[in-house]
């Protein structure tokens, strides 16, 4: 049977209760990030020598591009009304917090440890093979900067029960309440230059995020009409951060490398979160229409069977391909980045991207469809959240840098180590239960 067939046959499964405009969302997400960062990078053949750069350098006046390409925040909408869902599940079915975590990092975690252990594995090949340091620290970060978002995420989800209390018991003041701590946060950036405080936001930004999609599955959200006027309000906010206030152009990346919407998260974010939010709930009705009919529903369902895997490997994929046309003599990385040759070209250089990208998709994906099995005894909670925290920071850290280009030498290592160490105190590993 092919993959196509065993998609039609899991989507004629799906319960009819189900939200499928979820799953959508998420699919069509993840594929315009990965289309985004094949198409905002640049990498660049020139006299014998390869520039890295990306689009936003070569062409500032493209940052326009990244308010279109900026789809994170539905990544957490998404991610919370999902965790919404689970969370009743596992209410009635009596689930403790323990167990409910255990399945939850399972899923995020073992799709990560693969990507991660080969690329320590390809570093430690090139490093005995005598490529520079400099050069497996610029791939290696390349290729795991998507890892950011689980760094996270994860943290999210072990907040999650806490929050969704939160939530259920105060509502939109929940909301608002991590809204003014990130609105704080930015007025200390900006105005007392405490520029520390703002990796904070990486906590308050998101998690009112992820709190829309609990008001999304609560149903309190409001009619078409509210939701646009919604949206237009996010939007309003967001013009007057941009061209009013300190706020740069750019919603991904920036030409200049001391000020970023993204890193750290800004408020302009969590506005155009809501841009997103309002917009995309306002045409639900009619979309879960269309996702009534089986083919669209059952392409959904393919794409969301290897969602992470995708969404982790994309990058890597592109590293690989273009270090293969360097070696090739640049072949097809002549064009200079912004001009019409290079615009012209891209569908081409997404396309043989994609294309390159499945084999790998299909060769990876059967990881994250992988869950705990039905009578594995969770691990202590305070085992798990360790773990977790171990993890993310572990995460974090060769998301930034990498192997081979971090400021202390080892701590892409050590780094790694410690993703190996969260994820076996988490019993995520076999033999560590």
């Known amino acids: 049977m092919n993959i196509w067939s065993q998609a039609k046959d899991l989507a004629a499964q799906t319960p009819t209760d189900r939200n499928r405009y979820v799953d959508f969302l998420r699919a069509i997400s993840i594929l315009v990030v990965i289309t985004g960062h094949w198409l905002i990078a640049a990498p660049h ?19 326009w591009l990244t308010w279109l390409f900026q789809v994170m925040p539905i990544f957490f909408i998404v991610g919370g009304y999902a ?13 403790g917090y323990a167990d409910w975590l255990a399945g939850r990092l399972t899923r995020l975690v073992t799709p990560l440890l693969a990507l991660f252990l080969g690329w320590a594995l390809l570093a430690a090949i090139l490093y005995v093979s005598g490529v520079s340091g400099v050069v497996i620290g610029g791939a290696s970060r390349a290729a795991l900067i998507p890892t950011w ?47 520390w405080m703002g990796w904070t936001n990486y906590f308050w930004i998101w998690l009112a995020v992820h709190h829309l999609g609990y008001a999304w599955r609560d149903g309190r959200v409001g009619g078409p009409a509210q939701l646009m006027t919604c949206s237009a309000l996010g939007l309003l906010a967001l013009l007057l951060l941009v061209f009013k ?6 919603m991904v990346g920036s030409p200049d490398e001391d000020l ?14 809501v841009v997103q939010f309002g917009l995309l709930l306002a045409i639900e009705r009619p979309m879960r229409r ?4 089986p083919r669209v529903w059952a392409a959904t369902v393919l794409i969301n069977s290897m969602i992470m895997t995708v969404y982790l490997w994309h990058l890597t994929v592109m590293v690989i391909i273009v270090s293969l046309a360097y070696l090739a003599g640049g072949l ?32 990876m994906a059967p990881l994250e469809r992988r869950a705990r099995a039905t009578d594995a005894v ?26 081979g280009s971090a400021p202390v030498p080892g701590l892409g290592v050590a780094a790694f180590l410690m993703v190996v160490a969260g994820s076996a105190i988490s019993g995520l590993l076999p033999g560590f239960r």
């Open 45 to 63: 053949y020139h006299d014998g020598s390869l520039t890295l750069s990306d689009l936003l350098v070569f062409q500032p006046n493209a940052q």
């Open 83 to 95: 965790n919404a869902v689970s969370l009743e599940s596992a209410r009635k079915r009596e689930v």
């Open 149 to 195: 978002f689980l760094a996270i995420y994860i943290m999210v989800v072990v907040l999650a029960p806490a929050t969704y209390s939160a939530w259920r018991r105060w509502g939109f003041a929940s909301f608002w309440a991590f809204a003014a701590a990130g609105a704080l946060v930015d007025i200390a950036f900006f105005a007392a230059d405490i520029r």
């Open 245 to 250: 206030g300190p706020y740069p152009l750019a």
């Open 260 to 273: 970023s919407n993204s890193l750290p998260p800004k408020i302009t974010l969590l506005a155009l979160s």
């Open 290 to 293: 269309l996702l009534s009919g």
């Open 332 to 363: 097809g990385l002549g064009l200079e980045p912004g001009s019409p040759g290079w615009w012209l070209s891209r569908p081409i250089w997404i396309a043989l991207l994609y294309a390159a990208l499945m084999p790998v998709a299909l060769l």
């Open 378 to 403: 969770a691990p202590p909670a305070a085992r798990l959240v360790g773990g977790a925290i171990l993890i993310c920071l572990g995460v974090a850290l060769l998301s930034f840098f990498g192997f």
